[in-house]
């Protein structure tokens, strides 16, 4: 089946990899700074990107109403079974250093009706800007900075904005989902 897909340019990817958000260490999560940031931002609704950002939160007995992983880490498979604590809503195709331009779509349906886990064949770093444009104002988005710890994202009118303008920018391509790897 042919995709059609938004793929990051390599003028993007330093953009990219600067945290959009609040940023909380792996030492401050352990210090529990992680849900002191979250209360002071009054937040409700929570969408975990990445398998160790998720798994992070659930031992932390912070349940996100979202959770897109791919069942990896840097590229490794991430050993946890992140399916023993979230049930599957969405089965999804998204090949590395692209986001396909029905994700905003799916992310938000999986959200809307029930939440849960949304298990991506290829990759899941990119599918923060997809999850900013599905995702109401006050919601938070959180993912890995590798290394480093959590970035938090308050969902708001100026960071849409610039999710779109990122995804925008991006050049579309098409692809066969048969070359997306497991």
Do not use: C
Not at 88 to 110: D, F, L, Q, W, Y
């Amino acid at each position: 089946m042919r995709l059609k897909a938004f793929k990051v340019g390599e003028e993007l990817r330093e953009e990219l990899r600067r945290p959009w958000g609040l940023v909380i260490t792996d030492d401050d999560v352990e210090a529990g700074k992680l849900e002191e940031a979250l209360k002071n931002m009054n937040v409700h609704t929570i969408v975990t990107v990445g398998d160790v950002t998720t798994h992070k939160f659930l031992e932390r007995g912070l349940m996100p109403r979202l959770a897109i992983v791919d069942m990896k880490t840097l590229r490794e498979a991430y050993h946890i079974d992140l399916r023993k604590h979230m049930k599957v809503v969405r089965e999804v195709v998204n090949p590395p250093g692209h986001i396909v331009s029905t994700m905003v779509e799916e992310i938000s349906k999986a959200f809307e009706e029930e939440g849960g886990l949304v298990v991506v064949r290829g990759e899941e770093d990119l599918l923060v800007i997809p999850s900013i444009l599905a995702l109401p104002e006050g919601a938070v988005v959180a993912y890995g900075q590798p290394g480093i710890g959590i970035v938090l994202i308050k969902v708001d009118k100026d960071i849409k904005e610039k999710a779109k303008e990122l995804l925008t920018s991006m050049r579309e391509v098409e692809l066969d989902d048969a070359t997306v790897p497991y």
